[in-house]
């Protein structure tokens, strides 16, 4: 039974609808809250979404939810594919992380190709623009994520 469904944006997100629009679509950061915001209020559950350009801070609030067992939708932004603090935060808070991405990260720069989340992420949902975001809730509302995360080594 989840109650709380974390949604945690890294470095320049905040930017989305104003950056790079042929890549990362029209749809403005607040935007997404809103759809998510009422599909969850729509089923009583309570959605807690934040942006931050810190890595660190995203790292407290990976080991709090995750300490918490609150699942969380992150993208991580340029941080997936650098952070190791991120990785090891979602390993040792025992997070239950979906990965989400707008583009198609394996289509793009050779540096996005790699991202250090995803071996310790529950599933991946990337390159379906904001409707990435959407995927990875109706994962999780549908029970079609699992209650516990996949096997991590
Ligand atoms: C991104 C992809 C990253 O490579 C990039 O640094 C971002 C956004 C995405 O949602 O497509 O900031 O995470």
Redo the contacts with the bound molecule.
Sequence with gaps: MISTIHVFN????NLLGKREPE??GHETLAMIEARLNASCKARGIGLDFRQTNIEGELVTWVQEAGLAGEPIIL????Y??TSIALHDAIKAARARVIE????N?HA?ESF?HRSLISPVAQGVI?GFGAA?YDLALDALLSGRAAAEPAAKN
Excluded: E, F
């Design positions: 890294g470095p320049n997100l890549v990362y993208n991580a932004g340029a997936s594919h989400v991405h707008l583009s990260i793009r996005r990337l990435s």
